[in-house]
């Protein structure tokens, strides 16, 4: 799998580096048990900042496209085609406007709104 990384994009590059797994994963290119570089080395070949690529792995492994086994390394999740098509951002998008359009529907104000969601925020 050859991953290009566009810096001239307006697209973070920790999300095209997660858009390009996933896209392999659905591809079939990357299969369950496939083994991925460590970051270092990954950051290293596209010429990236570390961080960048475990920014990319942290978020891929929280949505279980990918899986970090200790000294084994990083490898495809066993569930990683299904979770592939999952987009977090959408998801979370879709559960907080039903939430704020039934509360709106219930009578309460966008400003008790925010400040209750900031308070919830705050302790979870």
Excluded at 69 to 88: C, D, F, L, P, W
């Amino acid at each position: 799998m050859k991953i290009k990384i566009d810096s001239s994009l307006s697209s973070p590059l920790f999300k095209q580096l997660m858009n390009q797994i996933k896209n392999a994963v659905t591809a079939g290119l990357l299969k369950p048990g496939d083994a991925l570089p460590s970051i270092r080395q990954l950051a290293n070949d596209l010429e990236l900042n570390h961080n960048t690529v475990a920014k990319a792995y942290q978020l891929l492994e929280r949505d279980s496209v990918i899986q970090t086994k200790g000294y084994r390394g990083t490898s495809i999740h066993e569930n990683a085609r299904q979770n592939s098509t999952v987009n977090m951002n959408d998801l979370i998008t879709t559960k907080l406007s039903e939430t704020i359009k039934s509360l709106r529907e219930s009578g309460a104000t966008d400003s008790e709104i925010r400040i209750t969601f900031s308070t919830v925020m705050k302790k979870n």
